[in-house]
């Protein structure tokens, strides 16, 4: 019921932008970020498309900086109503936390999707606040005729129970395809007693009706210390200046996905990162390597 009000509350943010792709990232952490994605989106992307960055920092100072790094970029901004968290907007099970990081992204994901994803008539992209695009490429091109696309995850228990569901970090929509699509659900919780990460619930939409959609997985690669000196070769050359700040800065790994298209340097949220200074000079050393990009 709740979702529903604030559909209906919320649906002066809905534009109609027949013929663009919407993008759309939830940033928490991290400003600088947002620079990173207005930029590389606008130096790569082939498609005429809006980028719009959903807000859920946790307090005032950080949610201001991150809406001026929008404001400085040109880029839509909507603030994430930190009630949405207490309330609950999904459902929750018995003893679960409320701010759990899974938690608190399946609600801004699923807030995004009911509020302007599922009204776009076009295709829609959810990508991570952390993941950029490194060369030209097509959104477009990349759906082609398919319903829906993005990379799967799985869960299982001993006893053969096996959860397979959408991870949250790249998904291509084609809204006006895919059936029952309001019943597409991020939340996060328990699919048949097995515990399942934001995105976990899509579980169901896939069962119901992978076999009558067009659904493609995206392949990714992941390389750390040790895989680089493995698979070096099979990288293109603008992610070899990568090497040594992995090598810099272990245990870092990041990943590409599409053939090298996007880049996700993992953590953005800061959540798998426990000391604040080992993620900014991290994120120093991606800066770097974004804006090496940016200049050729």
Known sequence: MFRFIVFVTHIVFVTQIFGKVLVMSHHCAQPFLVGLQARTFQKFSKDDYELVIFNDAKTAALEEEIRGECEKYGVRCIRIDQSIHALPYLKRWPREDYNHPSVRTANVVQYSLDVMGFNHPGLVVIIDSDMFPTKEFSFAQLMGERDLMGC????????KIFVEYLWNGLVFFNMPTLPDKRS???????VDRVAVDTGGQTHHYLKKYRSAISFFHLDTFLFSVLSERHFA???????????PLIEK????????????????????????????EESYAKGRCVNDF???LLET
Request: with cysteine; charged share 15%; proline share 7%.
């Open 184 to 190: 597409i659900d991020f939340n996060c919780g328990f």
């Open 249 to 276: 800065h272990p245990p870092l790994s990041m990943e590409v996905y599409c053939d090298g298209i996007f880049f996700h340097i993992r953590g953005g949220g800061l959540w798998e990162t426990p000391h604040l």
């Open 233 to 243: 070769g099979t990288l293109e050359p603008c992610f070899s200046h990568l090497i």
């Open 152 to 159: 799967l995850q799985c869960r299982n228990l001993k006893n």
């Open 290 to 292: 974004i804006n090496s």
